[in-house]
T-cell receptor, first 109, second 112 residues
Framework: RKEVEQDPGPFNVPEGATVAFNCTYSNSASQSFFWYRQDCRKEPKLLMS???SGNEDGRFTAQLNRASQYISLLIRDSKLSDSATYLCVVNYNFNKFYFGSGTKLNVKP | NAGVTQTPKFRVLKTGQSMTLLCAQDMNHEYMYWYRQDPGMGLRLIHY???????AKGEVPDGYNVSRLKKQNFLLGLESAAPSQTSVYFCASRNGWAGELFFGEGSRLTVL
């Protein structure tokens, strides 16, 4: 079983739509959680950390549910520039970061 | 602002050849990592280092060796390349156990 699982998509949405991604993780001892964004043929870059209380950064909202071991990312008012692959990342044992295989988002005009 | 720099960016090898990927960071980070990324699979950790002179195995270390002789550099070596090592390799660094990972631009390796 993979440490981190994501729906690969692609999610094809029109501009202005709201879209949500979920990610599940297998290790209940996981300590920290992140969403990274990866553009085609580029390196991953941190989008946001995910805190237990949930957190928001502009149009992006991240939630963590430790009991069910899943993380979510909500994007409101999608822009063309949001088209990318979104990677769910889970960290435990201080040095082990586990990456999901990514969810691809295509925002269409 | 260089950040994390990987060289080379692209390389084609024949089976059995050896090569070294160089990762250099100018952020004075303690921790450095080598990942590989393959289609349909998340980034997988090959080796990592928690400081100068130290290295440790990750999830998929077989066929690779690493060295961290200087704090700013982390080298990934392939002694005898195999087609299964065709991949995109990413180096990353971070400052402290709670810091975010900063990635290099990646190195695309093809082994024929």
């Amino acid at each position: 079983r993979k440490e981190v699982e994501q729906d690969p998509g692609p999610f094809n949405v029109p501009e202005g739509a709201t879209v949500a991604f979920n990610c599940t993780y297998s290790n209940s001892a996981s300590q920290s959680f992140f969403w990274y964004r990866q553009d085609c043929r580029k390196e991953p870059k941190l989008l946001m950390s995910v805190y237990s209380s949930g957190n928001e950064d502009g149009r992006f909202t991240a939630q963590l549910n430790r009991a069910s071991q899943y993380i979510s990312l909500l994007i409101r008012d999608s822009k063309l520039s949001d088209s990318a692959t979104y990677l769910c990342v889970v960290n435990y044992n201080f040095n082990k970061f586990y990456f999901g295989s990514g969810t691809k988002l295509n925002v269409k005009p | 602002n260089a950040g994390v720099t990987q060289t080379p960016k692209f390389r084609v090898l024949k089976t059995g050849q050896s090569m070294t990927l160089l990762c250099a960071q100018d952020m004075n980070h303690e921790y450095m990592y080598w990942y590989r990324q393959d289609p349909g699979m998340g980034l997988r950790l090959i080796h990592y280092s928690v400081g100068e002179g130290t290295t440790a195995k990750g999830e998929v270390p077989d066929g690779y060796n690493v060295s961290r002789l200087k704090k700013q550099n982390f080298l990934l070596g392939l002694e005898s390349a195999a087609p299964s090592q065709t991949s995109v390799y990413f180096c990353a660094s971070r400052n402290g156990w709670a810091g975010e990972l900063f990635f290099g631009e990646g190195s695309r390796l093809t082994v024929l």
